[in-house]
């Protein structure tokens, strides 16, 4: 059972140690020495991406490209979702339940099928190749279920601290972001937790809203890198540089908030 | 649902308040006791009508118009489905979907379900093979793909040097090179990536079995395998079942891994609906064509997600 589990381990990890290792070697060893180790470490491939080359857009532009999106589609989401999710959870207002419904519905929706007219109306309003409008899309992605548990949340939240503030003489809102919002810290940043990697990993949205290199996403600039054939070029230690880079992120948070990460992806899964 | 304190003192309040008074003075306070919660909820609403009502409303339309993207489009019935019901590329596509998705279903479940077993036995250094069995689960998928592109390849992949490094030569293939094994490697790709997602969750319902059952059982003096079998596996059907759904729907919208490592290729071997569509819509400009394979798309997951979400009645994640 044992050897079992290490050999899957082993599996699983070595393709990831390969990729931080060839990312690192000169595109001569990686040639002819794939397995070896780097000597000496060679970090020209991530210069090289970071600052672009003649190809390729400098890896710089799409990480902040990548960096401004999720956060922004994050700020978005995680409010509208919020408001939705209280305004559901506390509100008795007729026609509740039948958003409720919608929702639940819009889940079961295949976001591929929505491509098509979203490219031509999109480029109507100005918002392809437009970091705002790749933003506004993503947060509609993520709204249907970060909304159903933020409902979920809401509904397992005491109501006395804002009947307090209502009391006090704060408005719905006022009591919302001053009271509510702050106590709900943890609930929030599991929303935003559940939400970051799908948007950092997005493709196909990018793929079809973002056709101008200058607001390409990681993603996009990965697939981009595409080989013709490993011997016929030398950027192939750029690329494990591009997808190390890549991914990092992602490891870097999942190091970090692995518990939450995996509580988390039943309901991310939803999607 | 839940009786809001709040909401019903204002309630009492406007009840009180609104005896003796006229009818427009009590849509007055109808009004601002609700219209709240309306504008809490309307920029949600407001986004996912623009974003994901209107499109599908106009997919669903498109798949009735021949369109190029430039000149008007023209209404032709059900001409696009007439030709894709005669397309053999679309029936490729659409096998090549539903075995994906079945394959890569069974595979990462099954995987998961054994690594899930594997280490409920309190193995040593469980925490770190749960670890390491989540980490390509974040990969995003481009550069999973990106990677097992180089893997893959002929002459310097990896898979192929350590084949003939290890004597293993005859074993050495062309991968997703040619037609009779794209699709197998690109499904491999897909357990590699993703059995570790059922093994959480699993690994979870497993560990939910109070100990006292697995304690009887043993004192019963029945072997492992019997308890595996008759203890373990009923108690985690529902999970099973659930994730297994799961697992097939979230395939069935596959597009980036095919993408990436093949583009649908070679001779569209391993070509999908997602990739289908995107071609007919954004290479060869076949707009209307191209939304009547969303429509075809749409209808199946949407069914299938539909009764999945009926029987499993989605539950939310507590906090």
Known sequence: MTVLLLAWAVVQVYPIIFMFITSVKTDKQILNAPFALPDPLKFENYEIVWQGDRVAQPFSTFFINSFIITLGSLLILLFVAGLAGYSLARGRFPGNAATQQMFLLTLAVPVHVLIIPMYFFMGDLGLRNDHLGMMLVYATLGLPFTIILMRAYFLSFPHELEEAALLDGCSRFGAFIRVVVPVSRGAIASMAIINISWIWSELFFALVLLDQPQVRTLPLAVAGYRPVSMAAESVVGQQFAIMTLTALPLFVFYFLFQRQIRKGMTAGALR | ?319
């Open chain 2, 1 to 319: 649902m839940e009786v809001d304190k709040a909401d019903s003192t204002l309630k009492r309040r406007t009840a009180v308040a609104s005896a003796g008074q006229s009818k427009g003075q009590r849509v007055g306070f109808w009004l601002r006791r609700n219209l709240i919660w309306y504008a809490f909820i309307a920029p949600a609403v407001i986004m996912l009508v623009m974003f994901m009502a209107l499109p599908l409303i106009q997919s669903l339309e498109l798949a009735f118009y021949e369109w190029n993207g430039l000149r008007p489009r023209e209404y032709i019935a059900l001409e696009n489905f007439k030709d894709l019901f005669d397309d053999r590329f679309f029936w490729g596509a659409l096998s090549h979907t539903l075995t994906f998705a079945v394959y890569s279903m069974v595979g990462t479940v099954g995987i998961g379900l054994l690594l899930a077993m594997a280490i409920a036995r309190r193995v040593r250094g469980a925490s770190i093979y749960r670890f390491i069995f989540y980490l390509p689960v974040m990969l995003p998928m481009a550069v999973t793909a990106a990677l097992w592109v180089r893997m893959y390849e002929q002459n310097f992949g990896m898979l192929n040097v350590m084949l003939r490094s290890v004597g293993l030569a005859h074993l050495e293939g062309t991968w997703i090179a040619s037609r009779e094994t794209a699709l197998g490697s690109v499904i491999a790709v897909a357990v590699w990536q993703f059995s570790g997602f059922p093994m959480i969750i699993l690994l979870a319902a497993i560990e939910n079995i109070p100990e006292d059952l697995h304690e009887a059982a043993s004192l019963d003096g029945i072997s492992e395998s019997q308890r595996i079998w008759h203890l373990t596996l009923p108690l985690i059907r529902p999970v099973l079942i659930s994730i297994s759904v799961l697992q097939f729907i979230f395939s069935l919208k596959v597009f980036d891994l095919v993408w990436v490592m093949t583009l649908g290729g070679p001779a569209e071997s391993t070509s999908v609906l997602g990739t289908f569509l995107y071609k007919e819509a954004f290479r060869k400009q076949e707009y209307g064509y191209a939304s009547a394979v969303a429509v075809v798309m749409f209808v199946v997951i949407f069914t299938v997600t539909y009764v999945y979400q009926r029987l499993m009645r989605v539950e939310a994640v507590e906090f």
